[in-house]
């Protein structure tokens, strides 16, 4: 336990990451999901926790595993609907959410129990909404700070700052997933960073660890001056 008092622009904050892409089952061994790699979230885990954060992830299907890191609780999800209930279950104490998680926005009406065997020519699959997280919080919130990604792939400034206000963020990191050394699985991004004023931070192509530590800065920094 020797960092657990720790010091830093986050101490004595609680922070929440989720990461990765949900899985949203179709059968035992099916799903639909998508290419979150969850480099991101595990890269704003790890800088929040060096800034002396009380840090949990919560963790969809990723590439790699996890930081591995005693001062990191490390919770596994599947779908967006867990992914939901283990956010909500910590809501009240947290004191900044970052969604750095891709929720799937469709999941299959019905997960079969068992294996579906193949049978027709073609196959029909509905697909009902998922509970928006973000959204849902955004309406619950009090103290905390709530940060948003917005993978576009194009557009991006319009459609984060519409995110921004619908789900009642402080903060929204808008990326465009098309660009080259940017978005899934890379480990570099190139972000926009949007408040309710507007643009807050343009940063060009670094490492996932530099945009996390940027966003966090901005993060201490707009908590504290809300607390003077
Ligand atoms: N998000 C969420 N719950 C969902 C869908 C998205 O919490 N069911 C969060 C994501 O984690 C992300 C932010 O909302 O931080 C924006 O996600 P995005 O997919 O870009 O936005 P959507 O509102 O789903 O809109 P669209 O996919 O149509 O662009
Ligand atoms: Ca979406």
Redesign the pocket.
Known sequence: LQNSAASGPLAGKKVIV?AGGTVERIDPVRYISNDSSGKMGFALARAARAMGAEVTLIAARTDEKPPQDPDIKVVRVES?QEMYEAVAGRWKACDILI?????A?YRPKQSAPSKIKKSGETMTLELVK?????ESLGKMKDKQFLI????ETGNAEA?AKD?LVR?NLDLIVANDVAAEGAGFGTDTNIVSIYGAEGLVLDLPLVSKDEVARRLLGLAAERIAGAAL
């Open positions: 989720t967006a969604k750095a998680a891709a929720v926005d998922t509970t928006d997280i973000l948003g990604f917005a993978a459609f995110k789900k």
